[in-house]
């Protein structure tokens, strides 16, 4: 019993870390509003603002997932490398 409990334990743990890259593309699939991306992915890592436009990034264990937002419109998502 107490093996299972360290078991169960270690796979909470890891399912608590960062998605891939491609995890959160797949979770964000056809969305197309900033309150869409927020439900799905919460909250960004960072935001950074530029006029009309925002640019939202959320890490991965392999990279990062970038969303261009126009307005309240998902324009663009890119992936970047791996994280240093």
């Known amino acids: 019993m ?3 409990a360290i078991l169960a334990f270690a796979l909470l743990l890891a399912a608590c870390g960062d998605p891939s890259k491609a995890d959160l593309v797949k979770k964000a699939e056809g969305v197309s509003t900033k309150a869409e ?3 799905k ?3 960004p890592d960072d ?3 530029l ?3 925002e ?3 959320y890490k991965a264990k392999d990279g990062s997932v970038l ?3 126009t307005g309240d ?3 663009l998502q890119a992936t970047g490398g791996k994280r240093q």
Do not use: D, H, M, Y
Request: no cysteine; glycine share 8%.
């Open 2 to 4: 107490k093996r299972f």
């Open 37 to 39: 991306l927020e439900a």
């Open 41 to 43: 992915l919460g909250r």
């Open 47 to 49: 935001i950074a603002k």
């Open 51 to 53: 006029g009309p436009i």
């Open 55 to 57: 640019q939202w990034t």
């Open 67 to 69: 969303f261009v937002i």
């Open 73 to 75: 419109s998902v324009a």
